[in-house]
């Protein structure tokens, strides 16, 4: 199965878990159990951050602060469920090294959407960028290297405000 399969199939399975106690709510039948589903990998829950990587950055690099935002939001989320996974890299746990390198930069984007700066938010980009590279160095996955979006493969989306 493909990474992109998986994740998909994943995602599904969670939806569907997700939705099953309120369909079943109010007509009288227990809510049934959910489904066994499996954890998530850490590399499906940072292929879903690389995504959100892409559209904060053209969300602020457009000056839409509130989509940045939500993106930078929805960042925090994703670094928490992976260290939440419990996984060690070099010996050391998967949420310390998210703690250490990629949490502090992504202040910085914050601070920078909070004050509507596009200097600001280019500059912390960038360093966010170059801490998630440094991260997948210490993960021994170095080979995965982020950079600064080009192009929006993204043409269902508006960006600007």
Do not use: Y
Not at 13 to 18: C, K, W
Not at 101 to 130: G, Y
Request: net charge neutral; proline share 9%.
């Amino acid at each position: 199965m493909t990474p992109t399969a998986k994740f998909l199939s994943v995602s599904l399975a969670f939806l569907l878990a997700a939705g099953a106690p309120l369909a079943a709510e109010g007509q009288g039948d227990p809510v049934p159990a959910a489904p066994n589903i499996p954890a998530p990998e850490v590399a499906d829950i940072m292929g879903q951050t690389q995504l959100r990587h892409f559209k904060l950055w053209f969300a602020g690099a457009l000056g839409n602060w509130p989509l940045a935002n939500f993106e930078v939001e929805r960042m925090k989320r994703s670094f928490n469920d992976a260290g939440r996974l419990g996984t060690t890299v070099a010996g050391a746990p998967l949420s310390q090294l998210i703690e250490q390198k990629s949490l502090p930069p992504l202040a910085e984007v914050e601070k920078a959407i909070a004050a509507k700066s596009r200097k600001d938010f280019v500059k912390a980009f960038e360093d966010l960028t170059q801490a998630c590279n440094a991260c997948h160095v210490a993960a021994n996955v170095g080979f995965i290297k982020m950079q600064v979006p080009t192009a929006s493969p993204f043409s269902n989306q508006a960006f600007p405000p």
